[in-house]
């Protein structure tokens, strides 16, 4: 099976709002998809429907090679689910949490107790497996709904936000548990806002907005959607810097950006090595010293902004102007 | 490494069979009841209340009511005793749309159990609390005065009649608790069957004593025809036609929102 996840034209509507709109996105066996985008994009609607809680209007989406129409029952054995909206239960303890899940997917008895105590090692919550959720932190939290989604072995892992609102230590930890399943072989399909994470955690990037698929492919390959790449020259002495500007601005693809603080020029360029050289041996021969020269991809976040137009958090998102405003 | 591939000895895509169906149900059951049990304050309050309509209709306002041929302690508290059991129904709305809401129904809907096994333990821990309410409630109104008077097989086929009539109900609470899906709406919401069945009926004072457009509701209304019976059955009178009835309506309000809460429950979405 060379794909874990199919997704063929999907649609399903909300009302008037169309959720998700002929999306189509394929996940390899093994790999991990990150579907990128900002609150509303469709995400959650997808995740839904391939997780077999939510029926498509029309397309099809296959999981595990089966269909989410047919063969709701068999993906379930096969799926687990972790985020944001699936949860674990707050009066319960983490094991009981954990045991109960490992009953619902028909393990033996004598199968999920020990399968629950590894998966409370694992996450290291054995110390807090005998008390109840409602005693845990965020980050504990997140940690126990990982492992009952994983009770079930199951090789194909959703993940919704799993690191919304977990600062920054605690979400690495995730990450690192996160990979450790990629390691092993399991399929993930994980939904976020954070570019970061994103490009840190998978092998292909899809990008929604307003529930369509806007641009897929590797971090490489959407930045390459920008078009080039960023040249970054960082000169030792700051009195130096307008010279390097000089040497160098007939490389550039565009206007450069001086900043003098970091005495550092950037430039957007076409080409690759070749301008990196060239650059390189135009300081040297001025006999200019450099502390760093190197080229840099843009971020994603430059990416986001230019395939839908706004970033990824809402806060900083396209505001709507204001109908009755008519001050200027 | 460990192995991440599935276990088909272990997890099985095959039909659900009915032990594995039980199975979930009685998982569910236990959870639903170790929140029950670590909630002692909501039992708590599920008992106040039939408590307080109790000791007032006993106490206060009893005094003022005459119901020709019994004494009015042993008129009214059987009906109070299906008030016990109603009002803590609602709490099966409450806890539905809680799940709902927080993200529990979709977890469980994720996984290979049966869904109908969600449901069903969710009534069968409700039935539990009913069954310690109703226990609670017997116990007051034996010691506010009421007595049984007839055969103790009379006297137990009335309290199953009354906990029957409990979990049919605790069906349309199930559905209330999915179709509002806001916990505080489901509280809201589930109050109004129940005042309505419990305040427009036989309970509290006799039919003949309402005006003349209610009657015929208040008359053949579920919970007045199964107050009626169980009556009977407490006071080892001639058991009224309508204990059939009040089978019927049982059964019927348990297969018709069994079958709407399961298909909200299918659909469920938070």
């Given amino acids: 099976m060379d794909s874990a996840i199919e997704v063929e034209h999907v649609s399903k509507r909300f009302g008037a709002t169309l959720a998700l709109d002929d999306v189509s996105l394929v996940v390899g066996s093994g790999k991990v998809l990150a579907l990128l985008g900002p609150n509303g994009a469709g995400k959650t609607?997808?995740?839904?429907?391939?997780?077999?809680?939510?029926?498509?209007?029309?397309?099809?989406?296959?999981?595990?090679?089966?269909?989410?129409?047919?063969?709701?029952?068999?993906?379930?054995?096969?799926?687990?689910?972790?985020?944001?909206?699936?949860?674990?239960d707050e009066l319960?303890?983490?094991?009981?949490?954990?045991?109960l899940v490992g009953l619902l997917y028909h393990l033996p008895r004598s199968e999920y107790e020990r399968r629950a105590q590894e998966a409370l090692e694992r996450m290291t919550l054995v110390d807090a497996g005998d008390k109840p959720v409602k005693t845990y932190s965020g980050g504990m939290r997140r940690r126990l709904d990982l492992a009952a989604s994983l009770i079930g072995r199951p090789p194909i892992l959703f993940l919704d936000e799993p690191t919304t609102g977990l600062d920054p230590r605690t979400r690495n930890d995730l990450w690192a548990l996160i990979e450790e399943l990629?390691?092993?072989?399991?399929?993930?399909?994980?939904?976020?806002?954070?570019?970061?994470?994103?490009?840190?955690?998978?092998?292909?990037?899809v990008v929604m907005d307003s529930g369509r698929v806007v641009a897929q492919g590797t971090a490489d390959e959407l930045k390459d959607h920008l078009g080039g790449n960023?040249?970054?020259?960082?000169?030792?002495?700051r009195v130096d810097l307008d010279k390097a500007a000089a040497l160098i601005v007939g490389l550039a693809g565009g206007p450069p950006r001086v900043d003098p603080d970091l005495r550092q020029i950037s430039f957007p360029i076409d080409g690759g090595a070749n301008v990196l050289i060239a650059a390189g041996r135009a300081l040297g021969d001025a006999g200019i010293d450099v502390e760093d020269l190197g080229i840099r991809r843009p971020s994603l976040d430059e990416v986001f902004l230019s395939l839908t137009g706004h970033t990824t958090t809402p806060q900083s998102g396209r505001t709507a102007p204001a109908t009755g405003d008519t001050h200027a | 490494?460990?192995?991440?591939?599935?276990?088909?000895?272990?997890?099985?895509?095959?039909?659900v069979t009915l032990g594995l169906a039980v199975r979930d149900m009685k998982g569910i059951t236990k959870r639903n009841l170790l929140r029950i049990i670590r909630t002692p304050q909501l039992l708590f309050m599920t008992l106040v209340q039939p408590t307080i309509i109790l000791l007032l209709f006993r106490y206060v306002l009893g005094?003022?009511?005459?119901?020709?041929?019994?004494?009015?302690?042993?008129?009214?508290?059987?009906?109070?005793?299906?008030?016990?059991?109603?009002?803590?129904?609602?709490?099966?709305?409450?806890?539905?749309?809680?799940?709902?809401?927080?993200?529990?129904?979709?977890?469980?809907?994720?996984?290979?159990?049966?869904?109908?096994?969600?449901?069903?333990?969710?009534?069968?821990?409700?039935?539990?609390?009913?069954?310690?309410?109703?226990?609670f409630i017997i116990g007051l109104g034996l010691l506010v005065?009421?007595?049984?008077?007839?055969?103790?097989?009379?006297?137990?086929?009335?309290?199953?009649?009354?906990?029957?009539?409990?979990y049919a109900f605790t069906w349309v609470y199930a559905a209330i608790g999915l179709a509002v899906k806001d916990p505080q709406t489901a509280q809201m919401t589930s109050i109004l069957p129940m005042f309505i069945l419990f305040f427009a009926s036989s309970a509290l004072v006799p039919?003949?004593?309402?005006?003349?457009?209610?009657?015929p509701f208040a008359q053949n209304q579920p919970a007045s025809v199964t107050i009626d019976s169980v009556r009977a059955l407490f006071e080892g009178g001639p058991v009224y036609h309508d204990l059939w009835q009040a089978v019927l309506w049982c059964l019927g309000i348990f297969v018709v929102f069994f079958t709407i809460s399961l298909t909200l429950y299918r659909r469920a979405t938070a």
Avoid: K
Wanted: aromatic content about 6%; charged content about 20%; hydrophobic content about 50%.
């Fill in chain 2, 145 to 166: 005065g009421f007595r049984f008077h007839s055969s103790p097989g009379a006297c137990l086929a009335g309290i199953a009649l009354i906990v029957g009539f409990g």
């Fill in chain 2, 1 to 15: 490494m460990p192995d991440l591939a599935l276990d088909p000895d272990l997890v099985s895509a095959a039909p």
């Fill in chain 1, 45 to 88: 609607t997808l995740v839904r429907v391939l997780t077999t809680l939510l029926r498509p209007d029309s397309g099809r989406a296959r999981v595990g090679g089966f269909d989410v129409d047919t063969d709701a029952r068999t993906i379930r054995t096969l799926i687990g689910l972790a985020g944001q909206y699936a949860t674990v």
């Fill in chain 2, 207 to 215: 039919v003949s004593t309402m005006p003349g457009w209610l009657q």
């Fill in chain 1, 182 to 205: 990629v390691a092993e072989g399991t399929t993930v399909l994980l939904t976020t806002q954070y570019m970061e994470e994103a490009e840190h955690l998978a092998h292909r990037i």
């Fill in chain 1, 92 to 99: 319960l303890t983490g094991r009981e949490n954990l045991e």
């Fill in chain 1, 230 to 237: 960023v040249l970054e020259v960082q000169v030792v002495d």
């Fill in chain 2, 63 to 135: 005094g003022a009511i005459r119901v020709p041929g019994l004494d009015y302690v042993d008129y009214v508290v059987p009906g109070i005793f299906l008030e016990a059991v109603l009002i803590g129904g609602m709490t099966t709305a409450l806890a539905l749309a809680t799940d709902l809401q927080a993200g529990m129904i979709d977890r469980f809907r994720s996984l290979p159990m049966t869904r109908s096994a969600f449901l069903i333990g969710r009534t069968l821990a409700d039935l539990c609390r009913a069954v310690l309410a109703l226990a």
